[in-house]
């Protein structure tokens, strides 16, 4: 029986309240102004297929590994889906946290209610298409239909959403 010490179990604790944390901040501060360009999550889903068939591959060739039909589909399957969200989470939050250029662009928007995520404005970006500006970073009458300057700081991997201002 192993004995367990009471450092482990404060490291264990404070590693899972941190993750927790940083998962409600990337949901509630992150994900509303971060948005990934096409090929980076293009590249993040063949580098989670690459990277889930090798661990199936290590866990496969254990002998404790029950080699059923149903095993030997889903198990890839959950795998791949479970990287994914984990490079998507990284790359958000590289995009936020690292520096870029910032540019600013006019174009016309339109008043979106939220139902799940945050109410705002959409408008159409150069190189994204249909972009949605939470409420919280505009800057004047969203009610009505316009035009808007969108402020963005664009990195390799993406763009984060600074404000916008509607005329």
């Keep these: 029986m192993k004995k367990y010490s009471y450092s482990q179990l404060f490291s264990y604790t404070f590693s899972i309240l941190f993750i927790m944390a940083m998962f409600f901040y990337w949901k509630f501060e992150i994900k509303e102004y971060v948005i990934i360009s096409n090929v980076s999550i293009k590249i993040a889903l063949v580098i989670s297929v690459i990277v889930s068939l090798i661990c199936f591959f290590f866990i496969y060739k254990k002998p404790t590994f029950n080699k059923k039909i149903k095993n030997l589909l889903l198990f890839p399957l959950a795998l791949i889906m479970v990287i994914f969200i984990i490079e998507y989470f990284i790359i958000s939050n590289i995009v936020y946290f690292t520096r870029g250029e910032i540019s600013s662009y006019k174009s016309s928007y339109s008043y979106v209610e939220g139902r799940r995520a945050c109410s705002g404005i959409k408008v159409n970006d150069e190189s994204e ?24 700081k664009t990195n390799v991997l993406g763009f984060e959403l600074i404000s916008a201002e509607t005329y």
């Design 129 to 152: 298409g249909e972009v949605k500006v939470c409420a919280k970073i505009v800057y004047g009458n969203i009610d009505e239909t316009g035009n808007a300057v969108v402020f963005k």
